[in-house]
């Protein structure tokens, strides 16, 4: 093998970008074999470092898998559910299985319905086109429903290979790292199977009847809050702790500001109540409608925060999204990557929701 390809995974090394596949650096070209920096530590660390790329290069990534036969395991963040959903999955499985894997389910609060929850999750997976072999609910921080998973992928996977795919920021790591562990016979060293010049960017963890886990990139999202924002302000945003749900009585023309990064206006309606669905790290200001656009302007990147005033510059401009809620719908209010607001009025609303140009905003189901 040359030196200018991964001895493990075959990715053209580069010695440039450190967050970019084939990574290694330059002190490590001396080694024999060079292997990238991804490879590395799933070989010495455990540690999937998440590479990611865009959706039109993870699809192609995909392109062989509907010739394979395989069990697709599809990780989705249930905080960001719409927004984590890989869109187009089901034309490249062809007719391979696929795990749905939901994580976090740590952050909804205790009293969830969890067989309610499991039938939300497969409406959605189905309303959006992706036929699922199976649904897991899990927590891969909190150690939650890890042994299903497990299971279920041994049901499901025969003697197959296992495909992992999902956004970035999902757990796809942790889930890994967590399969290698259960999978492996860690006494002996993990290496990493050497499929020279393919699969680019995929990682094949071997495992002992032959076959592989292969973990793919995860995929980035310009429709995800969390990948537009600046990193400092991420981590409002992401939510660490159970989600608290915040009940506003409001009245028709009130706003609710979430830090300076969206705007939720009561446009029209009865007086009703909204629940708040979002990171505790997140401020929320009410206001009235006549009295929104002169406080943003006032306020912004203070205490209209995150982002904050030099953090600004890098969101991209609010765009505006008018919904309609239908009398009785029981509708959240969704926003990629912030969270979402639970409508509880029965009489319906007219809402305007304010977030930088690109990020998902949609009315669903409501999912608690
Ligand atoms: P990847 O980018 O998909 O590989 O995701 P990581 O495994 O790196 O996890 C992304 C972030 O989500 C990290 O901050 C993790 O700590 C967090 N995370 C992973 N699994 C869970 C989980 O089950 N619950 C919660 N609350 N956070 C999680």
């Known amino acids: 093998?040359?030196?200018?390809?991964?001895?493990?995974?075959?990715?053209?090394?580069?010695?440039?970008?450190?967050?970019?596949?084939?990574?290694?650096?330059?002190?490590?070209?001396?080694r024999e074999p060079v292997i990238c920096?991804?490879?590395?530590?799933?070989?010495?660390?455990?540690?999937a470092s998440s590479v990611a790329i865009d959706q039109d290069d993870f699809l192609r990534l995909l392109g062989g898998i509907a010739s394979t036969s395989s069990l697709v395991v599809h990780i989705v963040d249930l905080f960001d559910f719409e927004g984590s959903l890989i869109s187009g999955l089901q034309r490249f499985v062809g007719s391979n299985p696929v795990l749905l894997v939901v994580n976090k389910i740590d952050l909804l609060p205790r009293v969830t319905n969890w067989n309610r929850l499991r039938n939300w999750v497969q409406k959605q997976a189905r309303a959006n086109g992706l036929k699922v072999a199976d649904v897991v609910l899990?927590?891969?921080?909190?150690?939650?429903?890890?042994?299903?998973?497990?299971?279920?992928?041994?049901?499901?996977?025969?003697?197959?290979?296992?495909?992992?795919?999902g956004a970035t920021n999902v757990g796809k790591?942790?889930?890994?790292?967590?399969?290698?562990?259960?999978?492996?016979?860690?006494?002996?060293?993990?290496?990493?199977?050497?499929?020279?010049?393919?699969?680019?960017?995929?990682?094949h963890i071997p495992l002992e009847d032959g076959r592989s886990i292969i973990d793919t990139p995860g995929i980035v999202y310009k429709s995800r809050l969390s990948e537009v924002i600046p990193r400092e302000s991420l981590q409002a945003?992401?939510?660490?702790?159970?989600?608290?749900?915040?009940?506003?009585?409001?009245n028709a023309k009130q706003t609710l500001f979430f830090g300076g990064l969206a705007r939720f206006d009561f446009v029209e309606g009865d007086h009703q109540s909204f629940t708040a669905y979002v990171s505790q790290g997140l401020p929320i200001h009410r206001t009235k409608l006549e009295k929104a656009d002169e406080l943003y302007e006032a306020h912004k990147g203070e205490m209209l925060s995150p982002p904050s005033r030099e953090g600004l510059e890098s969101v991209p401009?609010?765009?505006?999204?008018?919904?309609?809620?239908?009398?009785?719908?029981?509708?959240?209010?969704?926003?990629?990557?912030?969270?979402?607001i639970r409508a509880n009025g029965k009489s319906g609303a007219l809402v305007d929701v304010y977030a930088p140009k690109g990020v998902k905003v949609l009315l669903r189901e409501a999912i608690v």
């Open 138 to 165: 899990c927590s891969a921080r909190r150690n939650i429903g890890f042994d299903r998973v497990v299971e279920t992928i041994a049901e499901l996977r025969g003697d197959r290979d296992v495909y992992v795919v």
């Open 237 to 250: 945003v992401l939510p660490e702790k159970p989600l608290k749900p915040m009940t506003y009585q409001l």
């Open 317 to 340: 401009p609010w765009t505006r999204h008018t919904l309609r809620i239908q009398p009785n719908s029981d509708a959240d209010v969704f926003v990629s990557g912030l969270g979402w």
């Open 173 to 203: 790591s942790t889930l890994v790292n967590r399969l290698i562990a259960d999978y492996s016979d860690l006494h002996r060293e993990l290496t990493v199977s050497r499929y020279p010049g393919t699969t680019l960017d995929a990682v």
């Open 37 to 47: 920096q991804r490879c590395f530590r799933i070989k010495n660390y455990n540690d």
């Open 1 to 30: 093998m040359t030196k200018n390809r991964c001895a493990g995974c075959g990715i053209a090394l580069q010695t440039s970008e450190k967050d970019r596949p084939g990574f290694v650096p330059e002190g490590a070209l001396a």
